[in-house]
């Protein structure tokens, strides 16, 4: 079984323009987050996926800097994109974040690694509880190659809806434990200037090379109260209610199709 760690990235931000390249305690966000996927153990590859338009060619030098490969595909289908840098890389799992999340979890990405090496049955394995931006995820390949073929949603930055699906897929959702949980803070990912200066705050409270472990942050954070009112403010941005209606009615209508397909792709 081969797994990898894929991180999904682009510069196309306008809320906060361009984000993972800030500084944060003397390297940029990108790069924090390379240097925490390259801990996870028993991952074969470490892969920056982005966009083939030239605005988005400062991050694939940030991965050649920091010695990890890179796919450049689809700018706004990011599941196609994850998908063909999977067959690229000939990858049968992926452990899977947005580089909006410089301080995602290394203790649970490689206890779902240890999941599916013990559980290959696994399609979608995920965490949740924690805040936005710390949670994780793995998905088989060939469940990914299933949601590509039938998905006709075209935009799928947001595309959990189109996976979280206990109808079709084997999920699985890994148990968070209390300690992992902080109370007075929902997000700790990077969309605004607020999240920013947040960020800018914790990493400045630590060694600049040192890989953070969150239950410390979540200790820093405690210890500066203050410091949870920065960003609690902020809305997570979501698909619309529409969008939302919209799937799940594809799904009731065309379950037994998706079956097929899956089993097609499952065989082969």
């Given at each position: 079984m081969k797994i990898g760690f894929l991180i999904t990235a682009r510069l196309k931000s306008s809320r906060l323009k361009l984000k993972l390249l800030k500084p944060l305690n003397n390297k940029t966000v990108i790069e924090h987050v390379i240097k925490r996927a390259k801990t996870i153990q028993k991952c074969d590859e470490v892969v920056l996926c982005?966009?083939?338009?030239?605005?988005d060619s400062p991050l694939?030098?940030?991965?050649?800097k920091n010695d990890i490969s890179y796919y450049t595909g689809s700018e706004e289908d990011v599941l196609q994109r994850l998908l063909k840098a999977t067959e690229l890389f000939k990858l049968d799992y992926f452990i899977g974040i947005t580089a909006d999340n410089p301080l995602f979890s290394t203790y649970h990405a490689n206890l779902l690694v240890d999941l599916i090496l013990s559980n290959p049955d696994v399609d979608f394995a995920y965490t949740s509880?924690?805040?936005?931006?710390?949670?994780?995820y793995v998905i088989k390949?060939?469940?990914l190659k299933t949601v590509c073929a039938y998905k006709e949603e075209k935009d799928t930055e947001i595309w959990g809806y189109l996976i979280n699906r206990p109808e079709i897929f084997n999920i699985t959702e890994l148990p968070v434990n209390e300690q992992y949980i902080i109370k007075g803070i929902d997000r700790l990912t990077l969309d605004y200037q607020e999240d920013y200066?947040?960020?800018k705050r914790i990493f400045g409270a630590f060694d600049k090379d040192e890989v953070i472990d969150i239950l410390d942050a979540y200790e820093f954070l405690d210890a500066n109260k203050e410091l949870k009112e920065l960003n609690n403010h902020k809305e997570q941005l979501d698909i619309s209610k529409e969008a939302k209606i919209r799937i799940s009615k594809f799904f009731e209508m065309n379950k037994e199709r998706i079956l097929a397909i899956k089993e097609e792709i499952y065989k082969a």
């Open positions: 982005t966009s083939q338009l030239s605005q694939v030098k940030k991965a050649l509880g924690m805040p936005i931006g710390l949670n994780v390949a060939k469940a200066e947040l960020f």
